[in-house]
């Protein structure tokens, strides 16, 4: 496998990543190219042409450097063959050129990236460089591989949970991975995390199949982009924050239209004590702005388990949300889900307000829907666990079953997340009354219930919204 | 200055980032601590306790390293005292430790990654130890430093622009940036385009404060951050999909209130040719999402100077998006603009519609509400310069004034962007008919006026969408 780099890219952490990955797990079929032309868009690089510099981080990162002059036609053949015998180690070729080299008028001269030439001058480096010709140089070719796994369908046999016993959503995403396994061509990937994620729980029953990427999760997605590519079906996981550090290769992966599947557990204020660094409150915005991506939010062990199962034949970029705290089972093993789908879970005739939340806040619902009841005031609550694609028409019946009365509830940051989501969907014909609880200061660490106390997206946080709406305060 | 770094971490590209610009700019007054206890959360780490290969990588990065036992206080004390007379390099300290040491019931254990003792443990413990005691090792300390230039405010005179003149709003921020260097403690730094984000004309006149940190987008936010811990006002910049690339770290500036200025240029389809790897399509829905965030999209270079002068003295992660290419400007020097502002720039007691846009948009519904008013059809012109914080009061007003009839055009992906930031500000009131024009396929490459047209967001789909709803279709 062939891969190219400019030099100015070589000062993002992420290609050092990959260096330190393809040196760890010994990719002696991967062949780097460096084109080191001392030139970037501003003008000269961090180091110029001190290609000592790169041979010497190169080396230290565990793969093999070969500097050449890039020019040199015989060099760059034994530099090929080289990366063909180099056993055990990636080769890097560190290929000294000279920017527009051939017609002096702008060879090694700043002021030219990304600008054509006007068609006097282009016609001048033509002739300075010799005329029209056709060259055609060949070099050692890597190996062409083939996926080590073909690609079929195998009978899978998800985890099912009883009604009511908790488990989190997180700990049944581990076990549907490893049911996932059935299908051959399923890979999973961690970022040092699994035992958290329960990536961990395929990784020891599938070790072949399971790649550990450590702390570097922009080699983390860059590792399910590859896979995808070469035919693999990927799931790539760690805590839902830390995928904020793999955001710009997440952006590509949707341009570059791959279909990897992204998991990401211990999501906002309810993962408590850990504290803010460690909580994603962002994702649902960063993530529903993804091209081609679709976001789900399950609430239960059976509903992720089914969702599991669907994101493995979903394209694009595919992403989960599961949550570290183990609440009460809702659904039945037998109960289907869809993307794009969601689930009323409580209805009547007499609903006077809609509840609506995904994950740890759907519980949060059905708590604040019992205390309403009580209270005499019947409340639809609809588990929202695709926000993207999402159930238009279920909300628009509920909006008009409950006269444009909504609660929405999420444990994120206020922009972008749930309540965007819902009020995009609706936008042409918006219900009337939306009333939206989401964590709206910097959270602190301690115990899940104390900080959804304090974001004020707890049960009897929801209880007095809805009541205010239903009273018409 | 001291920093503190766990030997798991060290796989993050950040950290090689860091120890980059670190040699690069010879901090020999920066210290960094590794602490290789060769344990991760799930396990060992990549290279376990072979700090030969973090040596050698510290080294071939441009820093000094001296590999120490953790546990010996000789060879600490000593470490920290080559660390004050090692001159033109960082200092690193690879300490090789064992975790838990001294305890033997965890020491060099797995599985205690984040987990406090049982009260039974932690006595067993105190005793191995020696029982409670008070230790207290003196090391020299690194100089304590001060901000080499104070804090203080100069007066600054803003450019000024004439009326249609066209000038692009990045343009107007490297101009309007160059005015604030009148403010001593103004500093900038760019990622290695600072020629198209405009950053250069402060580079030029001021290099002691302009920082080149090269293609390394969460070297720039830690830079920025840095410099605001440090008493400096950081503007950091580069192109608006690029931070993307350092969405963690903006995440993590905003829960660690740093007070620092973002601006990202070459946002959306309009910059054409360049393709859909260089448009910010999601900055806006991630910008928004972060903790302290303000969030700017100024359409005019009179109002970007003004709003960049307005940037300078805002706390928290305070983001611009401004635009490649350039357009009429609308408002006069004199104008006043305010972060939580907009503009009304068209209205009349017969608008029928409200056009919201901002940036490239608001160009785009001007020229709608010409044609519109062509076909008798007055339309309400609002530019939503500051989506976060978000004039409500005005655009309540101007869904009173139109009947709840609004179209929201935004160069974004229509998740999380300008239509979210509207319809969750009017949540609790919302307009009837909202139409909202946005990028909802992968663009391709062209001239910005055709990515438009294909995207949707021209003019002619503004007066289509309008006539709409005013006709009541």
Request: net charge neutral; hydrophobic share 40%.
């Amino acid at each position: 496998m062939w891969t190219l780099c400019g030099d100015s890219e070589l000062a993002e952490g992420s290609i050092w990543e990959a260096f330190d990955k393809a040196g760890y797990y010994q990719l002696s079929n991967l062949t780097a190219i460096l084109d080191i032309n001392r030139l970037g868009q501003r003008g000269e690089t961090e180091y110029g042409w001190t290609t000592d510099t790169y041979r010497r981080r190169i080396e230290a990162f565990g793969c093999f450097p070969i500097v050449i002059d890039g020019h040199d036609v015989t060099a760059i053949d034994r530099a090929f063959g080289s990366a063909l015998s180099a056993t055990g180690k990636p080769t890097v070729i560190i290929a000294k050129t000279v920017k527009g080299k051939g017609f002096s008028e702008i060879e090694n001269k700043d002021g030219w990236h990304g600008k054509a030439l006007p068609p006097d001058m282009a016609e001048r480096a033509i002739k300075e460089l010799g005329g029209v010709r056709n060259l055609k140089v060949k070099v050692a070719k890597p190996e062409s591989g083939k996926p080590a796994i073909a690609h079929t369908d195998g009978p899978v046999t998800l985890p099912t949970y009883k009604k009511e016993d908790k488990v989190a959503t997180r700990k049944a995403y581990g076990d549907a991975l490893l049911a996932l396994a059935a299908i051959p061509d399923v890979v999973a990937m961690d970022g040092e995390v699994s035992n958290s994620t329960h990536a961990d729980e395929f990784a020891k029953a599938h070790p072949e199949r399971f790649f550990e990427i450590f702390i570097a999760e922009q080699q983390l997605l860059a590792t399910a982009v590859g896979m995808s590519v070469c035919g693999y079906r990927p799931f790539a996981s760690t805590f839902a924050a830390f995928f904020s550090r793999a955001y710009d290769f997440i952006r590509m992966a949707g341009i570059s239209q791959a279909n990897i599947r992204l998991v990401g557990s211990h999501a906002g204020v309810e993962i408590g004590q850990d504290g803010p660094s460690q909580m994603a409150l962002e994702d649902l915005a960063s993530l529903r702005a993804i091209h081609s991506s679709t976001v789900l939010y399950p609430s239960d062990p059976n509903q992720t388990a089914k969702l599991v199962r669907l994101m493995a034949d979903r394209e694009g970029i595919v992403y989960m949300r599961t949550t570290r705290g183990a609440y009460p089972t809702l659904y039945g093993p037998n109960e289907t889900f869809k993307i794009g789908g969601s689930k009323v879970v409580r209805q009547s005739a007499k609903d006077k307000v809609t509840l609506i939340g995904a994950g740890v806040t759907l519980h949060n619902c059905l708590a604040a829907a019992d205390t309403l009841a009580q209270k005499k005031i019947a409340a639809r609550v609809i588990d929202l666990y695709s926000l993207k694609p999402i159930d238009v028409k279920t909300l628009k019946e509920a909006a008009k079953a409950t006269r444009g009365r909504i609660v929405i509830v999420e444990d994120h940051y206020p922009e972008g997340g749930i309540a965007a989501a819902v009020l995009e969907a609706l936008a042409q014909d918006p219900p009337a009354h939306v009333v939206h609880l989401a964590v709206r200061s910097l959270p602190t660490s301690g115990k899940p219930e104390e900080l959804m106390n304090a974001a004020g997206i707890s049960a009897k946080h929801i209880v007095a919204a809805a009541t205010k709406l239903v009273q018409g305060k």
